[in-house]
């Protein structure tokens, strides 16, 4: 019982915070994905829907984001080397290249609307504008947040906490990198097998990706994202049997 | 750097502004939480009064609201379209704008930093961010009776596809705020529940250890786990019923979308909600009883125990409030079963609760009333509950006022006898001066009466077979017989309003004018009686070292009747 509380979670308070927040994003995105699996279940497919979308668009702005979670994973081992004037630099990368997402995303949205389609057009374009709507704001608040972050690293250079704080910005960018991949496999692709896939993908590139992290963190990350996962699926699990009457 | 210095160090000698509203410090954002949920009671309150004259008296004026305008009353009778948005107000008003923030704004924030040995919470600045996120829900939410059309009026659940489309409800911008409002009020308590799981986890004291927290810690850490695991799917419901109504969407519109799935949503997190709701007044009650009977909780792993199997089970029991929605028999079964296992972890609460007081030596001042208060009310909400939980039975009751009268009498014992057994206990040690004892008792007999007489009558109105959500009810033939019985509730209500007129007058009188209050009036052994009433900024002088379990009372052999939990230890017991 020697030592503080704090050296016995093995955590700081920032990081622990951040498993805990990115555990509820968790059961909001399953929430979102579950109806959205209900209800295409429910229906005819969308096959028809899905080849009006701009999948080479979508790839694009894959590759843009994955560079930007790559590019905060780096700012997070400078800030721990204690180099500032490479973790300001490549916070700001960071930041940028979520801007560029953003634009294109923006100019997929501008090509859609022109073409007539809106969130109102059908259950597909619902779901289509609600789920990257949602994302597009993760990613507005991790552009904010790696903005900032450069900005008071660039003034102020690394004060105590600094690289904490990185740390956990780059968990929240990897976090928003996973939903998208889920994202492009549930509407660009339209079928559960791709969604399956860019799962594994998804979570292959993240034990890739945390070779390097603190065992602490990796049992962190796998309890409090398999306990949410595996309520949403009790709930996809449960509701099953509503599917029949939604037919 | 010490965490003392941490807390500390940022603001040298703060002001008017700093120390008493944007505040960072734990205790006054507690504070600001529990005023602000009593200032929302009051129009909670107002509104369960005019509903209820108009239950009793149909279409009478109701006094003292002549000076209500038009649409929403005529020289003091009520509009049917206003009616509804008293009901829908009442309920969100109660549960997410006077219980949780009296809970676990209030209590949890107040309490946990102190009864763990923490100079603050974790994050003190997110800490005042949830406040002010929380303020400005409260602000949204009254001001949506102003908007044209008036307040949202598709009851505190917003039951799609009337909720979904304006034309449904008449209601075009009261329901597009109240999702707003409600979207940030959820928001506010996970960003503080993931601050007091934080605090909770990583800031307890040397030598408190999980075995050894006091059970209000473990209660406010289970509600907050609870609210982050089960809030998400509603977050996501929201924004879908938001989109449609103002981006023509129909996720939940018959035809392209499907009405019952806001309901699985909504209650998905509506059921795990409700323990949110019930553990922290449940921990209240742990923490006091052991305090007058001068003897150890009975039972203390059990009751944790029983509390985490409480909370993994509320995840399984949601679709209980959904038997007449018309969801599949096969699914209604398991759920009937979930739903009756779970009052076994809170009947083994209750009995430890007994148990406790088995043959101690029992003082009765008005913390104790209140917490005696809350095992008989919640027993009688808890055992209603067995009657609706079976799905065959729940056909019958679901929609009368027997669910009314349960649910009334599940949530007022752990939100308003919790509640005021813990402002009644801790009032000395968040203000520094001791209440008015004799006050004290008023309030508490006047409440236990009135609120007895409010709801035992609705049982006995559902079971003659009265639905809930009618204007007036004399429109009905075969309800005018038991016309007397809403008397009897309405005068009863007035009573139950009337009778907090002397725990107004307490709180702010003794504020003023209450016997100073020593460290340790009640003789208590938990962390947050060994510092001074009130603590001061950063809570202890020195850090205290814990060395014992939090309920060590007439420990045999020791000199006193009860040891305190912690003693004072050395700097950089908080090093971070």
Known sequence: MSGT????????????????FLASEVTTFGGLFGIFA??????????????????????????????GSAIMARAHGAARAGRV????????????????????KGGEYGREFAAGVGPGSGPFWGFYFALTGV????????????????????????????????????????????VWLTLVALLYLGSTRAAVGAVITALAAGAVASAGVARSDRILAVALAAGPLVLVTALLLVLAPDLATMR | MSETARVLGHEPAPGFWRRYVFSIDHKTVGRQYMVMAMVMAVVGGATAYVMRWQLAWPETAVPLTGWMPEPFMYRGIVDPAFYNQLVTMHGTIMIFFVAMPLLLGGLGNYLVPLMIGAPDMAFPRLNMLSFWIFFSASILLLASFLVPGGAASA??????????????????????IWLIAVGLELASFLLGG??????????????????????????QLTAAVLFMLSVGPLIAGVLMLFLDRVAGTSFFVPADGDPLLWQHLFWFFGHPEVYVLLLPGVGAVLEILPVFARKPVFGYRAIVWSTIAAGVLSFIVWAHHMFLSGIDPRLATPFSVTTILISVPFAIILFAMLATLWRGSLSFPTPMLWALGFITTFLVGGLTGIFVGSAAVDMYF????????????ALFPAVVFGGFAAITFWYPKMFGRMLHEGLGRLHFGLTLLAFNAVFLPMFVLGLG?????IYDPTAYEFLRPLMPLHGVATIATVVLLLSQAPFVLNFFGSFFLGRRAPANPWRAATLEWATTSPPPHGNFSTPPVVVRGPYEYSVPGAADDMLPQGQAGGEGAWAA
């Open chain 2, 465 to 469: 077979g009265h639905m809930r959500r």
């Open chain 1, 5 to 20: 509380a704090a050296t016995r979670a093995g955590l700081t308070h920032g990081r622990l915070g951040t498993w805990l």
């Open chain 1, 85 to 104: 004037g490479a973790a300001a630099r490549l916070l700001t990368a960071a930041a940028l290249l979520g801007v560029v997402f953003l634009a294109i």
């Open chain 1, 135 to 178: 994302h597009a704001l993760h990613v507005a608040a991790g552009v904010l947040l790696a903005g900032v972050l450069a900005v008071g690293v660039g003034r102020c250079g690394l004060g105590a906490g600094a690289a904490g704080r990185i740390g956990a910005a780059a968990l929240y960018w990897h976090f928003i990198d996973a």
């Open chain 2, 194 to 219: 993931i601050n007091l799981i934080v605090t909770a986890v990583n800031m307890r004291a040397p030598g408190l250890s999980f075995s050894r927290l006091p059970l209000m810690v473990w209660m």
């Open chain 1, 38 to 67: 209900l209800v295409r279940h429910g229906g005819g497919g969308w096959a028809h829907e899905t080849a009006q979308l701009q999948l080479g668009l979508a790839l694009l702005n894959t590759s843009v984001l994955v560079a």
């Open chain 2, 398 to 409: 679901h929609d009368t006022y027997f669910v009314v009268a349960h649910f009334h009498f």
């Open chain 2, 155 to 176: 009851g505190w659940t917003s039951y799609a596809p009337l909720a979904a489309r304006p034309m449904y409800t008449g209601v075009e911008w009261g329901i597009n």
